[in-house]
């Protein structure tokens, strides 16, 4: 349950791994949260934290393409009728940006209110391929499913299925146009699909000019 805080004393313990082998890589980051919030009303149990959160993943290049994948884990509240916070709390600014729409992407803030940059009670992972036209041409395309790591209080865990498209163009040395559009096939944790909340898929288009020098 929700206090009011007197004191939180949050630590985190990270353990971070990569390898390679040939065309094949492997990463990954494992976060451990640990502390406790003291609350600040008399008679008011203190709470216990204790969560975890992993982003890894690994890619296969094929030379003129590659195929890669994600997984994301940020653990979720299981009860909120205890003492234990189990929802991992991200630092500050400990941002993670994946899915265009879902995760903020490439333009920040256009994601849910569920998800942002946050990775907590989340579990997400694509499967996509990037690979190069030509010299100054380049597509990547990503395929997202993401699911709450606790169902929420309608008992509904699934946010939706994104599918991602970037390309990128570089127009002279040092200036690049990027394209980008998505489309999310909204989950019923996101929207319950009834009359009083109709279903909504999300479709986002864009572009970025950036000049490096």
């Given amino acids: 349950t929700a206090i009011v805080e007197k004191e939180v004393d949050l630590f985190y313990f990270g353990l971070t791994a990569s390898a390679s082998m040939d065309a094949l890589s492997f990463w990954g980051t494992l976060v451990l949260e640990t502390g406790d919030v003291e609350s600040a009303v008399a008679g008011v149990s203190d709470q216990d934290v204790s969560a975890t959160a992993f982003y890894g993943g690994g890619s296969f290049d094929l030379g003129s393409f590659d195929i890669h994948g994600t997984f994301i884990y940020g653990s979720g509240d299981d009860s909120a009728l205890d003492n234990d916070i ?3 709390i991200a630092p500050g600014g400990a941002s993670v940006y994946w899915a265009e729409i879902l995760g903020w992407g490439t333009f920040d803030q256009i994601g849910t209110p569920v998800t942002t ?6 579990v997400a992972y694509n499967i996509g391929s990037s690979f190069a036209v030509t010299d100054a041409v380049s597509v990547s395309l990503d395929l997202w499913i ?3 790591a606790e169902d929420n209080a309608a008992g509904d865990d699934d ?3 994104e599918l991602d498209v970037s390309i990128g163009y570089q127009l002279i040395e040092g200036l690049n146009l990027d394209v980008v ?3 999310l096939w909204t989950g019923d944790a996101l ?3 009834t009359a009083a909340v109709p279903q909504e898929d999300a479709l986002e288009l864009g572009a970025r000019l950036s000049l490096s020098f």
Avoid: E, I
Avoid at 117 to 122: A, I
């Fill in 86 to 88: 189990d929802a991992f």
């Fill in 117 to 122: 940059d946050q990775v907590t009670n989340l």
């Fill in 146 to 148: 993401a699911k709450l």
């Fill in 159 to 161: 946010l939706g299925t």
């Fill in 181 to 183: 559009a998505a489309y």
């Fill in 191 to 193: 929207y319950k699909g």
